[in-house]
């Protein structure tokens, strides 16, 4: 299965590295699992304001430093500028497809079916495959604009799935609540983890 992971510039950007790390470890188990990313230029922005390292001027080093921090080793990036990338075609043969985080600058270009950056242009093709989109929408409070964007692609199948907590978690630090969302998505994508404590009904 061909995955293909995209970071856009919303506020924790993470995230979109944790989703990357936990299908990593995926991987060592189901040695089918062929994992891609894309990271946008506000993405970059975004990870370097929250994290403060302002030092880190070039794409390559920027790229060095998060595999560096996130230990990884088997995810596949490609340019966002780069349209020419494996993951521009419907040919290249990605399966699952999702934006974590996705900015409301990037759904909103989903949305109009603009397709001028590798990640948007994924999204289109992920759209007219009919294969599966996950948007992890980043913002709070969402606006009727925001809100028509969403409406609007879910109707055409796309599966919005912001970055959102559940007490039934029991998330007891902020990387237990991270675990939590990032394994929301896996089991959006269809796959086995145990980042978390799934709901049980504790009257059975």
Same mark, same amino acid.
């Given at each position: 299965? =061909?995955?293909?992971?995209?970071?856009?510039?919303?506020?924790?950007?993470?995230?979109?590295?944790?989703?990357?790390?936990?299908?990593?470890?995926?991987?060592?188990?189901?040695?089918?699992?062929?994992?891609?990313?894309?990271?946008?230029?506000?993405?970059?922005?975004?990870?370097?304001?929250?994290?403060?390292? #302002?030092?880190?001027?070039?794409?390559?080093? /920027?790229?060095?430093?998060?595999?560096? %921090?996130?230990?990884?080793? %088997?995810? #596949?990036? /490609?340019?966002? $500028?780069?349209?020419?990338? &494996?993951?521009?075609? &419907? +040919?290249? &043969?990605?399966? $699952?497809?999702?934006?974590?985080?996705? +900015?409301?600058?990037?759904? !909103?270009?989903?949305?109009?079916?603009?397709?001028?950056?590798?990640?948007?242009? !994924?999204?289109?093709? !992920?759209?007219?495959? #009919?294969?599966?989109?996950?948007?992890? *929408?980043?913002?709070?409070?969402?606006?009727?604009?925001?809100?028509?964007?969403?409406? =609007?692609?879910? =109707?055409?199948? *796309?599966?919005?799935?912001?970055? *959102?907590?559940?007490?039934?978690?029991?998330?007891?630090?902020?990387?237990?609540?991270?675990?939590?969302?990032?394994? =929301?998505?896996?089991?959006?994508?269809?796959?086995?983890?145990?980042?978390?404590?799934?709901?049980?009904?504790?009257?059975?």
């Amino acid at each position: 299965m =061909k995955i293909l992971v995209g970071i856009s510039g919303a506020s924790s950007v993470n995230l979109g590295f944790s989703l990357l790390k936990a299908l990593e470890n995926i991987a060592l188990q189901e040695q089918r699992l062929q994992i891609y990313a894309v990271i946008s230029e506000g993405a970059k922005t975004s990870f370097l304001a929250e994290n403060a390292q #302002q030092n880190l001027t070039h794409q390559d080093e /920027f790229l060095c430093f998060c595999k560096d %921090k996130f230990k990884l080793e %088997k995810t #596949q990036f /490609f340019d966002d $500028k780069n349209l020419a990338a &494996g993951v521009s075609s &419907g +040919s290249f &043969g990605i399966e $699952k497809t999702i934006i974590a985080p996705c +900015s409301i600058n990037t759904l !909103a270009q989903i949305y109009q079916g603009l397709a001028h950056t590798l990640l948007t242009r !994924a999204c289109a093709v !992920a759209l007219k495959e #009919q294969k599966k989109l996950i948007l992890g *929408v980043r913002e709070l409070p969402f606006s009727t604009l925001n809100l028509k964007h969403m409406y =609007k692609l879910s =109707k055409m199948g *796309v599966c919005i799935a912001p970055p *959102v907590m559940a007490s039934y978690s029991k998330a007891s630090s902020l990387k237990e609540l991270e675990n939590f969302i990032v394994g =929301k998505w896996l089991d959006l994508l269809g796959l086995k983890h145990d980042l978390f404590k799934k709901w049980q009904n504790e009257l059975d």
